[in-house]
């Protein structure tokens, strides 16, 4: 269990943070919430053959504690938002945590070279950073992206991809 939970914290911790702090535009808020999401994975000892099923069970966890974080915000509103605007605000952003899930799938699915600089970038990494990390051109990095982009283009609104990958 220790090897596999030391890859998946390596493999998804900054991902999941990514994720997290898009959700609930608190940093602090989303590191506390990945923490106790590996915490809990820790403390269950459960072990994963497939390190694909982990990632999915790893988000689908995540997505539930951050949904439950809008039902406690929902629940106790803190100022003089109408219930209304609580509701809608929550209904986005189950809606956008859907999307980005499938999202990250898509991209998983992309050849590999474009899968990695996408991943990455997703995670908050510059190009430039990027392509000092997968030891490679500036320019190459930004095709990859550019390609990644295209590919989705017919999956999701190249509004929604731009905003992320550009």
């Known amino acids: 269990m220790e090897d596999t939970f030391d890859i998946l914290f390596r493999q998804y911790y900054a991902p999941m943070i990514f994720y997290a702090d898009g959700r609930l535009n608190n940093r602090e808020q989303a590191e506390d919430v990945v923490q106790d ?25 995540l ?14 509103p803190q100022g003089e938002l109408s219930d209304h605007l609580v509701e809608d605000t929550t209904e986005e952003r189950l809606f956008e945590i859907e999307l980005y899930e499938q999202l990250y799938q898509e991209v ?21 950073e990027i392509a000092e990390m997968l030891n490679t051109n500036y320019h190459t990095v930004r ?3 550019h390609k990644g982009i295209m590919l989705l283009r017919g999956k999701f609104d190249k509004n929604l991809l731009y905003s992320i990958f550009l």
């Open 37 to 61: 999401v590996f915490s809990k994975l820790l403390e269950a000892g459960t072990s994963f053959e497939d390190i694909q099923k982990a990632r999915g069970y790893l988000f689908t966890v």
């Open 63 to 76: 997505k539930n504690k951050i949904i439950d974080i809008f039902r406690y915000n929902r629940l106790h």
């Open 108 to 128: 998983e699915n992309l050849p590999v070279k474009i899968s990695e600089a996408m991943q990455l970038r997703m995670q908050g990494y510059d190009n430039h």
């Open 143 to 145: 095709s990859r992206i």
